[in-house]
């Protein structure tokens, strides 16, 4: 009989390790397909978003301005527009969408230095 | 119905489920959070640069006690300009502002003129011809007297060039198409006014009001750091030494003196004279100016380099033989010359622009009315992008001449 009980004790310890350690992968392939599927791709996008936005912005030259170019790369799609305020300054407008979903929207005043 | 047990162990299963729900929410939510300060961190970064394009292109009164703009007429970029005087140079101030969280730039302000010509001499016409002797050269446009410009044998030394002027020779009048408007001369824009601390070193930032340092007495500069929003006055004379480190100040006195191989970055008003001696550098964007009413002088000794701007302007009628404004032998200025009703002396370099009344030269053998002997000015060795830190004219193109520390 105190044998039987102390299996059972022994068998009741390790089912409930078994279930918390369940839980815990639960938990954790949840936070990864959260993730994965929900907030990583979002942040991606608008990392991507920015680092093209950035690399158009710093190459701005004055000399070779168009009103508006649209431009693909890495399937995202990158729209600058540009829209002159004064003779050295201009409003610059960037949209950055991906497989038709909206990512980003930038806007910048630039100065024409020479 | 459950057994205590099985009750009690459902309830600890239910705890520790709810835990790792609130954990997981509670780690997206920091994400989450974490992501988005920083892209408005990134956001307000940029929005300070745009404001600051757009104060200088679009300015505006209201700038001047400062004033918040919605940059892009969205609702979402809230910005808070100011411009004001900072000595003779200009500042600009701008705070985006989201929600909590906020950045602030500040930046000194240079100007550039849109003068396709390049004027390297504008010499006010006052019926009196150039001379020109010895290895003197002048390279770029010149607006010149009537009388215009001759060769010179003065003190054994024919002029040794193949052309007299480098550039357009244009006529000038008798006065210069520039003026400074000195509004900053006497009183900072914002204030906190104590005396001059023994502090080996001070730094103060630009968000905060200007330190002004006050001394009625003699005021010597030694072993000292002065860093940023800092006005150190005298009612005498103040003494700069070599061991003291300047950056970004005002110092005003009648009488302001450099010591021999100083370097620092300063403004240097004075309302009496200016004196630099030998192998000083002052660096850019530098000030040296002098406010006089009764015929002061300024005086840049041997082997001085100053980058930045020289003004002189005097409250007296032009006198016929004094020196007012004294460039020695080896001594250089890379920026613009002017001299209002005072006599320049050039015996050394200016790279950029003279701005003159009359030219003076004190030899061992007499005193020569517009004469240059072996003195250089050359507006095309000053690089295309260069900025002067005086706005001298109305259509001067403003841009950011150094970013202050905040």
Known sequence: MRKNTAKLK????????????????????????????????????????????????????????????????????????????????????????????????????????? | MLKGGTFIYTLFILFITSMLALLFLGQNRLYSDEISRMQIAERLEENCLSAINYALEIPSESFQEGSYIDLFARGTDSVFIQKYTWGLMDVISVRAIHHKQQRTKTALLGYRPIDSLKTALYLSD???????????????????????????????????????????????????????AAKGWDTPHQQAERTLLDEESTVHSFAEPTLVLTETEELVLEDITLKGNIWVRSDSLVEVHPTAVLEDVIVTAPVIKVKSGSRISAQLLATDSLIVEEDCLLHYPSLIAVK?????FISLAANTQVYGDLWYKNGQHLSKTSVEVNIDEQASLTGRLMAEQGNIQLRGKVIGEVFADAFILHHS?????NHLLSAQIDRRALWEAYLFPIKAREKDQANVIKWLNE
Request: aromatic share 12%; hydrophobic share 40%; no cysteine.
């Open chain 2, 292 to 296: 006089s009413q009764n015929n002061g």
């Open chain 2, 365 to 369: 053998l007499g005193i020569y009315k």
């Open chain 2, 126 to 180: 006052r019926e009196s011809a150039l001379h020109l002797s010895g290895e003197s050269r002048i390279r770029g446009a010149v607006f010149l007297p009537k009388a215009g410009v001759k060769r010179a044998y003065l003190a054994g030394a024919h002029y040794s060039g193949d052309s007299l002027i480098y550039g357009k020779q244009l006529p000038s009048q008798k006065t210069w198409p520039l003026s400074i």
């Open chain 1, 10 to 114: 022994a068998f009741t310890l390790i089912e409930n390790m078994v279930s918390i350690t369940l839980l815990l992968l639960v938990f954790v392939g949840a936070s990864y397909v959260f993730l994965e599927f929900s907030m990583l791709p979002k942040w991606r996008h608008q990392l991507k978003a920015q680092s093209f936005i950035e690399q158009d912005y710093s190459r701005l030259s004055a000399d070779r301005f168009l009103a508006l170019k649209v431009e693909q790369k890495e399937n995202y799609e990158i729209q600058r527009k540009i829209d002159p305020q004064t003779e050295r300054l201009y409003l610059v407008n960037y949209k950055v969408s991906t497989e038709n979903r909206f990512v980003m929207e930038k806007n910048y005043y630039y100065l024409k230095s020479e």
